[in-house]
């Protein structure tokens, strides 16, 4: 029985790695795919984002959901669910479909992240053993994101963009074979209510929040803005009048879940900006194959790894103050010296590996601070506070810093005299226009390394603010079981 939880932890794992793989696949993929499909900018971010937004948006709900229906049986559903869309993204004849595949894999990813969590919660009862498997568990998500861009330029260098989602076909179908094996019981709750109300104002509250970030058009803006706070406030006024909430805001009370599902948040937007953004960069200024941009990025997974398992094994002993405050400020350092760095392809590799290695004992801890400082039967509330931080995380990245950089780029890139104009709306485009024209291409790659080190300093700046936050909220709380959260009563 003691292996059977290990191969558990194996089985939820993978259906781990391929929705964290799916979060960062298309990085490296992206400017192929933009061209094959046509797909212009807008198109190309909503590609991306589509996933975590609706991902983030349906977490809640899902995580209820499980409580209600039982955890096991929403893995299998988000496992087909997955499955099915993985297909259809891989054959997608446009843009438009693409888009829709992507916002049907985050409905599968958002039935299973809450059961992956939830799963261990319940299968592992020893609070260290529990302790190292979210640790693995955190471990899987950021490997997860970093080998999303390597194995894309892998599979971009012998097959079409479609393979990136195809892959996930195999991977999911060993993982259905496993779970009437390993996974225990179906434990449904009846008793627990679910709200699809309250999910549906979490999603518009966030389509309004990411269209505020990147639409310019003031009458969208205005909509945007209005669709954001309306659905914001409806969703916490349900909260706080239905008898069975998605969100219980009494348990934020608990200092240690509170900073953990910040610190969550705060770790995804720095990972996932710095995959972005250097992703984009080496492959449009520095000439990078897609498979040579997504092996540099891989650094970040080289050095998160083993602090994510050390931090895991160790929070009895070193503390969440220690793991969380330090490893931010370790990544925000790291950050900043990536940002000065790009003439120095050591300083550059160096920098990479010392944000995975501050990112790695935040991600693996502030994990554990959010599940196992609430009782089992919020096990499922707790899952999906977790992964909505991190989803959070991710799509505030994208959405801010994907076009904080654009916006950069195109105030600061000076064209020769006599340059096409449309030169200056990205650099894919002067590539694409330009040619061999080199003053054009020096102007363009000039202008993005500009932007690249001043969001990268946005990025490390805001590490290093999350790093102080959270030794203030943590300054009286150091490691809890779960035993020491108040209930809230319901």
């Known amino acids: 029985m003691h292996s059977r939880r290990w191969l558990l932890l194996t089985t939820v794992s993978m259906g781990l790695l391929l929705i964290t793989l799916d979060n960062s696949i298309l990085y490296t993929a992206l400017p192929t795919l933009t061209a094959d499909l046509g797909a212009s900018a807008t198109e190309s971010l909503w590609i991306i984002n589509a996933y975590p937004l609706v991902?983030?948006?349906?977490?809640?709900?899902?995580?209820?959901?499980?409580?209600?229906?039982?955890?096991?049986?929403?893995?299998?559903?988000?496992?087909?669910?997955?499955?099915?869309?993985?297909?259809?993204?891989?054959?997608?004849?446009?843009?438009?479909?693409?888009?829709?595949?992507?916002?049907i894999l985050a409905v599968g990813a958002a039935a299973m992240m809450p059961a992956t969590l939830a799963l261990i919660r319940v299968g592992f009862t020893d609070a260290q053993e529990r302790n190292i498997a979210i640790a693995v568990w955190g471990s899987v998500s950021v490997v997860g994101m970093a080998l999303g861009p390597i194995i894309s330029g892998a599979l971009l260098s012998s097959f079409w963009w479609g393979s990136v989602f195809l892959i996930n076909v195999p991977v999911i179908a060993v993982a259905l074979i496993a779970v009437p094996l390993v996974a225990p019981p179906n434990d449904p709750d009846p008793s627990r209510e679910w709200d699809l109300p309250s999910s549906v104002l979490a999603l518009l509250t966030l389509v309004g929040l990411v269209l505020l970030i990147k639409e310019r058009s003031g009458e969208i803006v205005?909509?945007?803005?209005?669709?954001?706070?309306?659905?914001?406030?409806?969703?916490?006024?349900?909260?706080?009048?239905?008898?069975?909430?998605?969100?219980?805001?009494?348990?934020?009370?608990?200092?240690?879940?509170?900073?953990?599902?910040?610190?969550?948040?705060?770790?995804?937007?720095?990972?996932a900006g710095v995959q972005l953004i250097t992703t984009q960069r080496f492959q449009l200024v520095a000439g990078y194959t897609p498979l040579q941009a997504g092996l540099l990025i891989a650094a970040l997974a080289l050095g998160s790894l083993p602090t994510a398992l050390l931090s895991g094994a160790y929070l009895h002993v070193i503390g969440l103050r220690l793991l969380i405050a330090g490893g931010l400020a370790v990544a925000g350092v790291s950050t900043a010296v990536l940002a000065l760095s790009l003439g120095s392809f050591a300083l550059v590799l160096g920098s990479l590996v010392g944000i995975g290695v501050g990112l790695g004992a935040v991600m693996a801890v502030a994990s554990t601070a959010i599940v196992g400082n609430v009782p089992p039967r919020r096990a499922g509330m707790?899952?999906?506070?977790?992964?909505?931080?991190?989803?959070?995380?991710?799509?505030?990245?994208?959405?801010?810093?994907?076009?904080?950089?654009?916006?950069?780029?195109?105030?600061?890139?000076?064209?020769?005299?006599?340059?096409?104009?449309?030169?200056?709306?990205?650099v894919a485009t002067a590539l694409e226009i330009a040619g061999n024209d080199l003053a054009v291409l020096e102007a363009a790659f000039t202008a993005y390394d500009e932007s690249y080190r001043i969001?990268?300093?946005?990025?490390?700046?805001?590490?290093?603010?999350?790093a102080g936050t959270m030794a203030r909220m943590l300054q009286r709380h150091g490691w809890r079981s779960a035993s020491t959260l108040p209930d809230t009563g319901h």
């Open 455 to 466: 969001v990268a300093l946005v990025i490390a700046a805001s590490a290093l603010v999350a």
């Open 382 to 426: 707790a899952s999906s506070v977790e992964e909505v931080s991190y989803e959070f995380g991710s799509l505030i990245a994208v959405a801010v810093l994907g076009t904080m950089i654009g916006s950069l780029y195109t105030s600061r890139v000076v064209l020769p005299e006599g340059a096409d104009a449309a030169s200056a709306g990205s």
């Open 222 to 271: 205005i909509a945007a803005a209005i669709l954001a706070v309306l659905g914001g406030v409806l969703f916490v006024r349900r909260q706080r009048t239905i008898a069975h909430p998605l969100l219980e805001f009494g348990i934020f009370r608990h200092a240690a879940f509170a900073a953990g599902a910040l610190a969550a948040t705060l770790s995804m937007f720095v990972v």
């Open 55 to 103: 991902m983030a948006g349906l977490l809640l709900g899902a995580g209820t959901l499980g409580d209600r229906v039982g955890h096991r049986r929403m893995f299998v559903v988000g496992l087909c669910l997955f499955g099915a869309a993985s297909l259809g993204a891989a054959f997608a004849p446009g843009p438009e479909v693409l888009i829709a595949a992507r916002g």
